[in-house]
C-alpha cells in the first residue's frame, strides 16, 4: 500500500470511529474532527489505529534501529584520513674501533602531496651528503611504488625491506597452523628469523610450502588461512631481491626502518593527528613543514633565512600562503560495511 492510500484509509478509520461522537453537533463535531485529523499524527494514536510508523530516522513499528558501524579487525587503523608520507635522511660514522655511531646530522622530511615530492627532496639532501661517491642503504617497507621510486631515485644504494615489517608477515603466516601465544608458534617465527638473517630466503619459502600442506582444503576458516598464508608468501617471494639482512649485518648496518618510525609522532601525529581535527591539504602541507623545521632543529636558522629575505622590504607584508576563498577539508572514502 502506497503512502497517500496508507494515508487516507486511516483518516477513513479515525472518522469512522469519532463519527458516532460528534454526529448531530453541527460546526462543533466538523472542529472536533479537524483537531483529531492533527492529533492522529502523534504516536500513541498512531499504534491505537494500526498505522505503522515510519519517523525521520527511517524508523519501523516505533523500534529503533541502531547505526551499522563496521567492526574493526585486528590489525586495522581507526582513520581513514590522507596519509603523510615521511622520510628520513641520516649519517652513520665509522669510527677507528670499527663501530658504528650514529644516526647522526638526521634530517625528517614530510608531505602530503604524494611520495614523488618526497622522493625529490630526499634526493637533493642525499646528494649534498656524497650520494653516488659514498655507500648508501636505502630502507622501506613493502609498498610498491616506494621501491619504484627507489629505481627511479636512488638505484646506486643497496636496498633492504624493513625487517619488522617483513617480521610480522612471518607472525602472520606461522599463525595459519600454529595458535597465537603457543611456544610453537614462537619457535617456528624464531627459526625464520635465522634463516633470513643468514641469507637463506629458499629454506623460509620452503617452511612456509609446509604450513600450506598442513591447511585443508575445505573447512570453517580454512580459505582465510590459505588467504593470509599465501599472502605472507608473496611477500617473502616478491622482495627476496631486498632481503640483504646477511649482508648488513656483517657491517653492522641498519636493517629496520626505526628512525621513520619514531619521527612520525613528533613530526605528524603530535600537531596534525588530534583529536577531532579536521584539515585541508594546502594548510595541513604547511604545517608539516613547519613541524619538519622544529624537529630538525632548524627554527633558528629557519627564521633568521625569513628575516634576512625581508630587511630590504618597507614593510613587513607577507603574501598569503592559501588562498581567499574558503577551502573545504579533506574527505576520506568510507569504507564499505
Not at 627532496?121 to 610498491?144: I, N, P
Amino acid at each position: 500500500m502506497g503512502r497517500e492510500r496508507r494515508w487516507r484509509f486511516a483518516q477513513r478509520r479515525l472518522e469512522e470511529l469519532l463519527l458516532p461522537l460528534v454526529r448531530g453537533l453541527g460546526p462543533t463535531g466538523r472542529r472536533v474532527l479537524r483537531a483529531a485529523r492533527r492529533l492522529w499524527r502523534l504516536r500513541g494514536l498512531r499504534r491505537h489505529l494500526g498505522f505503522r510508523q515510519r519517523s525521520r530516522l527511517g524508523l519501523l513499528d516505533g523500534r529503533r534501529r541502531q547505526m551499522q558501524k563496521v567492526r574493526r579487525k585486528k590489525g586495522d587503523k581507526s582513520k581513514n584520513a590522507r596519509m603523510a608520507t615521511v622520510g628520513v635522511v641520516y649519517t652513520l660514522r665509522r669510527l677507528p674501533d670499527g663501530s658504528i655511531e650514529g644516526p647522526i646530522h638526521r634530517r625528517v622530511i614530510g608531505t602530503f602531496e604524494g611520495p614523488r615530492v618526497l622522493f625529490r627532496r630526499l634526493a637533493r639532501e642525499a646528494r649534498k651528503r656524497g650520494y653516488g661517491s659514498k655507500e648508501t642503504v636505502f630502507l622501506a617497507d613493502g609498498a610498491t611504488h616506494l621501491w619504484t621510486m627507489w629505481k627511479e631515485f636512488f638505484p646506486k644504494a643497496t636496498p633492504c625491506l624493513d625487517w619488522y615489517h617483513l617480521c610480522e608477515y612471518l607472525w602472520k603466516a606461522g599463525g595459519t597452523v600454529h595458535k597465537e601465544g603457543t611456544d610453537a608458534l614462537v619457535t617456528w617465527v624464531r627459526r625464520r628469523e635465522e634463516e633470513l638473517r643468514s641469507g637463506d630466503v629458499d629454506a623460509t619459502l620452503a617452511a612456509m610450502e609446509e604450513l600450506r600442506q598442513h591447511i585443508g582444503r575445505s573447512g570453517p576458516g580454512t580459505k582465510g588461512r590459505r588467504e593470509r598464508l599465501a599472502k605472507a608468501t608473496g611477500y617473502v617471494e616478491n622482495h627476496r631481491d631486498y632481503l640483504n639482512y646477511e649482508e648488513l649485518l656483517a657491517r653492522d648496518l641498519d636493517i629496520a626502518t626505526g628512525a621513520i618510525e619514531g619521527a612520525e609522532k613528533p613530526v605528524v601525529g603530535a600537531r596534525l593527528d588530534g583529536s577531532g581535527m579536521r584539515w585541508c591539504l594546502q594548510r595541513a602541507e604547511h604545517v608539516l613543514s613547519l613541524r619538519s623545521v622544529v624537529v630538525n632543529a632548524d627554527w633558528d636558522v629557519f627564521c633568521e633565512t625569513v628575516m634576512l629575505r625581508h630587511e630590504d622590504l618597507r614593510t613587513w607584508k607577507i603574501p598569503r600562503v592559501t588562498p581567499h576563498e574558503p577551502m573545504k577539508p579533506y574527505k576520506a572514502k568510507k569504507k564499505a560495511a
